[in-house]
């Protein structure tokens, strides 16, 4: 029973730090998915969120206007791509995509210009990074939590979150109740952008303290691995994120675990880094069979004139 | 008509996606008809620079025919990184393995192999391992979504972490020679090399690596060309791709062609192994792909899901590959990222241009 020496209250705060992107990023790609649009674009979202806020941040010494800059720049990104998406009718995984690339190269290519590096931000001042809580909870952390039934709330009590679930299922009978789908949808990627932006600059200003290049490995992806997971439910998708902050808060504790041995040589470090990609796996096979997407999830929508 | 119309969209993006690209450069202090003018003196300066863009095109003919083939039954496979690093490392273990003695990068002779093959057995067997093993990689996220119906972006990212991280593991513990500080595996004998050009064509210098991969690249494209139009496979593969349910109705079945499809298209990425290990590196490095199977997709996307169009923006890759190291050396301020943004801007564009033009579109709800 050697093992269960790691669940300690560090590991519980370990996967609360890990869940926060992941709920900022999967409660974003919530709006989207609800309104119709398919958000694979979460990761790119989350990089330029990133980006911003530690560029922001460093420039200002203000994490919150660091925080601030980053969700906007997120939204105008999530913009550009709810365009491409609604506008024009793009394939909504291969625009996706296209985001991600974009936000692979960007960032780097403005780094250089200001800072004469590729690789990363430089960093900042300890003391303004985003301020923690009750030993190591970050203020982001509190406000992802927060965040949860606030959703619940829009997403199922409100008109808006109607009509957005509506534009999501069935927009056709959305339409003729009068209801305007594709502002609607437009709205719900926007907003997706500015909370995975969010989830990103936690990353950079909140979890680190500097932008390195493709600093979110996976997480959009992870996100919404979470979201479907969760069958598009914020509690549910609250959950999912622990589950998946779990596998990553883990994979640093094994690392340090004494009994985690192999003929007394410790694990090697690539098959613990592997953990959370496996686990998103081998967790969305067996669980995506009870998943239902909403219905008119990833098809453009055309007003009959 | 139809071919003026399926070239003037992709035409556009380029454009749009130069424009664009110009714009960053000027903002970041530079000048772009500079850098421009460098990508094409890089590329078209000299036969031996010919050479060396068709080198860099190589493997994204690979990357670019492996996307194509998912991408025409519906699949957007992001898989090709892991794919060829899988098939990368796969091809240099049999070369390392049957290979006989090699010499080591501190220039001793050392002999990792169980027995040595002669060439003509060996090649082979390392181009088959390099198709089987991208085949595999690929297979494990179609069977995943034929079988779960879990969708093959995620997978196929996830799989690109495991790929890097596994091979990257066999690597540093088990296939190094010892003391070496890069992340390389040993070198694979002699009887697995494939011949350079340069050993046939007396333009192209000795320093340039462009091998017999570049004509298989191009016998590829015809074999992919006959497959997805002259054959029942190929149709039955694209009908599930333009509809699956049509498909189905017709006694298709759409989970055999996902299958199907992306063991192909992993097989395609994988292939890139062969040019990189046996023809200019003959080994495996952690790191060895430029992001080759992320630049696939453009490929494809620019050329339309055709072969003959992923061959000619494979080209037009090569020289974006091509140049970037000049511009990176002598601009000051424009790096090497400026790649991911053109491609980026390329597939926006060609996505939201397929409003105008009929084309597979992915399937399945992320």
């Given amino acids: 029973m050697e093992f269960l020496s790691i669940f300690t209250f560090a590991l519980l705060f370990a996967t609360i730090r890990s869940a926060t992107p992941l709920i900022f990023a999967a409660l974003g790609g919530l709006f989207s998915e609800r309104s119709g649009v398919i958000n694979i674009a979460l990761e790119g979202l989350m990089l330029s969120g990133a980006f911003t806020a530690a560029v922001v941040t460093y420039q200002t010494g203000n994490p919150y206007f660091g925080m601030f800059a980053g969700i906007i720049a997120g939204g105008i990104l999530a913009f550009i791509y709810a365009v491409a998406c609604i506008k024009f009718e793009a394939d909504q995984v291969v625009a996706g995509m296209a985001i991600n690339f974009l936000m692979i190269g960007l960032p780097a290519l403005i780094s250089v210009g200001l800072y004469d590096s590729a690789g990363s931000t430089p960093q900042i001042d300890k003391l303004d990074k985003l301020p923690n809580y009750f030993n190591s909870v970050s203020l982001a952390s509190i406000f992802a939590f927060a965040m949860v039934p606030i959703v619940w709330y829009v997403i199922y009590k409100t008109p808006f979150g109607l009509r957005l679930r509506a534009a999501g299922e069935n927009p056709e009978a959305a339409d003729s109740a009068g209801v305007n789908v594709i502002r609607l949808r437009y709205i719900g990627v926007v907003i997706s952008g500015l909370l995975a932006a969010a989830g990103g600059a936690y990353l950079s200003i909140g979890q680190s303290s500097l932008f390195t290049k493709s600093m979110t490995a996976g997480r959009g992806f992870i996100a919404l691995a979470a979201l479907i997971l969760a069958k598009w439910r914020p509690v549910q998708v609250m959950i999912a994120c622990l589950f998946f902050g779990f596998t990553e808060a883990i994979t640093v504790e094994i690392q340090s675990a004494p009994w985690a041995k192999i003929n007394g040589e410790p694990v090697p470090i690539q098959f613990i880094e592997m953990i959370p990609y496996v686990l998103t796996i081998i967790v969305l096979a067996g669980f995506i069979g009870l998943s239902r997407a909403p219905k008119a999830l990833g098809i453009p929508y055309r007003k009959e004139s | ?364 709800k992320v």
Wanted: with cysteine; glycine share 10%.
């Fill in chain 2, 1 to 364: 008509m139809k071919i003026f119309r399926e070239i003037l969209w992709p035409v556009l993006a380029v454009i749009a996606a130069f424009f664009v690209g110009g714009i960053i450069i000027l903002v970041l202090g530079d000048n772009p008809l500079t850098a421009y003018g460098l990508l094409l003196s890089s590329s078209f300066g000299s036969l031996r620079d010919v050479a060396w863009m068709l080198h860099y095109a190589t493997p994204l003919i690979f990357t670019g025919l492996a996307v194509a083939v998912a991408f025409r039954c519906g699949l957007l496979n992001i898989g090709a990184e892991g794919q060829l690093y899988v098939a990368a490392f796969a091809t240099a273990w049999v070369g390392i393995k049957f290979g006989g003695t090699a010499v080591n990068i501190f220039g001793k002779e050392e002999n990792w192999s169980w027995f040595s093959l002669p060439w003509y057995v060996l090649v082979p067997l390392c181009m088959l391992a390099a198709m089987v093993a991208g085949g595999i990689w690929g297979a494990i996220p179609g069977i995943l979504k034929a079988k779960f119906g879990s969708h093959e972006v995620i997978n196929t990212i996830m799989l690109n972490f495991i790929a890097i991280a596994l091979v990257g593991y066999l690597t540093q513990y088990h296939y190094k020679v010892p003391g070496d500080a890069i992340q390389q595996t040993a070198h694979i004998g002699e009887a697995a090399y494939i011949p350079r050009l340069n050993e046939f064509l007396p333009f192209i210098t000795h320093d340039v690596p462009l091998n017999l991969a570049f004509l298989l690249a191009l016998i590829m494209c015809g074999i992919v060309y006959v497959f997805l139009w002259k054959t029942k496979w190929g149709y039955e593969l694209r009908a599930v791709g333009e509809n699956p349910s049509a498909a189905e109705y017709g006694g298709i079945s759409p989970k055999k062609q996902i299958i199907i499809a992306m063991t192909i298209s992993g097989m395609l990425a994988g292939m890139v192994a062969i040019g990189e290990v046996l023809g200019t590196r003959h080994n495996f490095e952690s790191g060895f792909s430029a992001d080759w199977g992320f630049l696939g997709i453009a490929v494809a996307l620019l050329g339309r899901n055709h072969p003959l169009g992923v061959l000619i923006a494979a080209l037009f890759f090569g020289v974006l590959l091509r140049g970037e190291i000049f511009v990176d050396a002598f601009t000051s301020k424009v790096s090497k990222d400026l790649g991911w943004v053109l491609q980026a801007i390329i597939i926006l564009f060609v996505a939201c241009f397929q409003i105008y033009s009929k084309g597979p579109r992915t399937r399945g």
